[in-house]
């Protein structure tokens, strides 16, 4: 089987010719692939922040708001690994805050030591 039909099965039709997984791809390949399929691209404001300050509730309600934006995309789970390798600051990644990303590859060390 060829990895073009391998990546049709398994949904990944967005990965890059010759790419079976996202394993597979270093992170400027990866951060392609985000900004042209994520679904961040058509708001990026909303997934990084405003230039200028926001209130708590401001804040609390943008990221819902990408939280929500970030449920149905294609490349979520590219965007997460991407995330938990590079450990953006600020932003809101596959549904997730920068600090609760930073938790995440905190701990996804121990829990593939226990597995």
């Known amino acids: ?21 996202t394993q597979e791809l270093n992170p400027a390949d990866a951060w392609s692939v985000l900004a ?11 997934h990084a922040g405003p230039d200028h300050p926001e209130s708590e509730h401001e804040r609390a309600a943008r990221v819902q708001v990408a939280r929500e934006v970030c449920g149905p995309c294609p490349v979520r789970a590219l965007c997460l690994a991407y ?7 600020t932003g809101v990644w596959a549904a997730h805050t920068a600090e609760e990303i930073g938790h995440l590859a905190d701990v ?5 030591e226990v597995a």
């Open 108 to 112: 996804l060390p121990a829990l593939a």
């Open 36 to 46: 042209e399929a994520g679904e961040c691209r058509y708001d990026r404001d909303l």
């Open 83 to 89: 995330a938990v390798a590079v450990r953006p600051a």
């Open 1 to 21: 089987m060829s990895h073009s039909s391998t990546r049709a099965q398994r949904g990944l039709t967005w990965l890059p010719p010759g790419t079976a997984s």
